[in-house]
């Protein structure tokens, strides 16, 4: 195990991927409704996946673990290629990329993007094993590629030659120009959204979808009936991620990590964005350990309905354990969520409307996973910030997806983008950071 420990970043976080990846393709093969995977999995792969589709109905149980656990080995695949750049950044591809293949993502609507970077590659002269990362970013768009193959632009579903030419023309041109949008969507939110490719995909969402549905005059097809995620299993979620998030607590251990190592991950005064490289690969271990748990634990807390989409956003959530987000700096957001979620129910109440925003909503459930991309606004300004930060996310989370129809998986990551488009430069301009406020505290102690 001290072995293992003494890694590098890079050949640790692969194992790390590969540990991951045989879990849910084990975990696929112990599912009662096994017989029926590859059938369950044909479903996922022919059916739309506009949001939020739970594929614990379309295919069932086992045809999920197995579409995300393939989704995995593709990723697993492109990491180990020869040169591949492999970082904290790419926990968080990898995880969410893998979150998604249980509502929204399969193995067939991912190609065309994943054609798009690689022919950016090819014009710009650029290494394709150093673009991995804007690979699986791409497929934050995947539910309109799917679209597009089965039945755009009526309402009959079922491949066609048109259709799947133009889902290849439109993902070629996502994947072409993304990786221009992931290098400049930091200078916009300055660093304060941990889903930073959210912005490029959910802008290229408005767009198309401006394009191929309002311009037209196409009607948008609806989103899924709610009565498709009420198919739902909170054993079989909570029975699976214990054992995943809790064998990664074990390793941890094993591998060296002390309770005070992981201590000093969440009391850091610093801004920390790279766990893995600074704390080192045993404590980020834990983190995502420890986190995952923490993620579940709310989940049941609240009362959510463990169905595919829900299973998914527990580890689109915990992706953002390898880049700034823990316990400590999330806990004001899931506050700040709760809070929203009576605030704005006891208001409906005086104006008649008609609430749909409870904690457990599922709506609400996934705008939450996104808002811990907010989390560097708690950890560099504190709790309280977060708390705000994480209400105006409530508050706007819902609205966003009528931009992008429904196709863009990072909605909740592009409204984390809005969130700080509109606070933090109020924050800069009339606030100081933790950092200043204990300066100012301890020159003043000083002056005394």
Sequence with gaps: MKKIGNLSEKSFLKLFF???TVCFLAAAFLMPDRKDMLGGLWNIIS???KVSTNYFHVGGYAATFLNMGLVAAIALVLYCLPGAAVSNVSTLAFLLTLGFGSWGINVLNIWPTFLGVALYCAVKKEKLTANVNAMLFSTGIAPLITELMVRYPGTAVGFTPVG???????????????????????????GFDLYSAALPIGMTAFFLQAILYKTQGVALPAAPAADTLKVASAMTVNVFCGVVFGLSVLFAFLLGCKPRDYWNLLKDPALVTNFSSHYGNATFLMNFGIYGLFILGYY????????GVTFGIIFCMVACCNSGSHPANVWPIMAGYVASSFLFGWIAKLTGGDFAGAANAQAICVGLCYANGLSPIADKYGWRYGFIAAVMHYVLVTSVPALHGGYCLYNGGFTAALI??????ELERFFHTKSERKEAKMAKKAMQ
């Design 420 to 425: 700080c488009l509109i606070l933090v430069p």
């Design 47 to 49: 059916q739309p996946s």
């Design 18 to 20: 590969g540990f991951v």
């Design 300 to 307: 049941n807390l609240v009362g959510a309905t463990f169905n």
């Design 164 to 190: 799947v030419a133009l889902a290849m023309v439109v993902g070629l041109a996502i994947g072409f120009f993304l990786p221009a949008g992931l290098a400049h969507s930091p200078k916009v939110h300055k």
